[in-house]
């Protein structure tokens, strides 16, 4: 028995899974002070129901994973947490072996069993808050040397483009995730608006909603064509609130269309929804 959890930005969540079953979750909000003890003490309380069952525990989380601690590429989406002893937390927690993993990493790892062996090379992206991604090459889940392989929101497809939250300039993430379609949406409507409330001014055929939301889709585009440049990726899974939108994955799949037919992937939409941190996490920890 495997208790599987996923720290988001909004969220954090807990599982009790067996032989890939999800048999029994909890959830609750990310602190959002950014105080390490308030995460602490949160996941203190989100696990400790389910010790009695597990046997391990595997933890998907945004941000880095990189020798036991927790760091944020973009400390915003982590409510301004920027540093924090994940494995020694929840090892202190649990008394448990303990492994880690990216969330998109782990949501990877999940989507590329959802493909029952049919590539070896893909590609899973995730647009909501940010702009995460995971990579599996030659089936196998890359993590990197660091914890930054697949941090593809964070290559940069515009150099006169806006400043991302990670410091650098013109970064898939400041151009399509969900914040960088509320914040272009904000300042054009001149009312604070979210991804949400664009799509819907999209789907009523608004013409700056429009625009905002192609933005995004070309950006993600052009994410996807660089990914098969570079790693000649087969497939290309969309997941996340604005991955997942209605409408979002054909306008995605139209500016592939449009890039030379050598830089094309088939893509397709993600299967496990917002369990997938958890399930890949489960998988891979099983492993
Ligand atoms: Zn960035």
Redo the contacts with the bound molecule.
Sequence with gaps: MIIAVDIGGTKLAASLVHNQQILESRRISTPKSGASGDLSHALEQLITPFLRQGKQVVVASTGIINQGRLTA??PDNLGGLNDFPLQSVIEGISGLPVKLLNDAQAAAWGEFYQLESTCQNMAFITVSTGVGAGLVINSSLQTGSSGLAGHA??T?IDIQGPV?????TG????IASGTAIGTLASERYGISMDAKAVFERFHQGEQDARFIIHRSASAIAQLISNLKALLDIEVAVLGGSVGLADGYLDLVQYYITQQPALFQVDTRLAQLGHDAGITGAALWASQ
């Design positions: 590429v973009n929101g964070h940069t991302c939250g990670c410091g650098r970064c898939v993430e400041a």
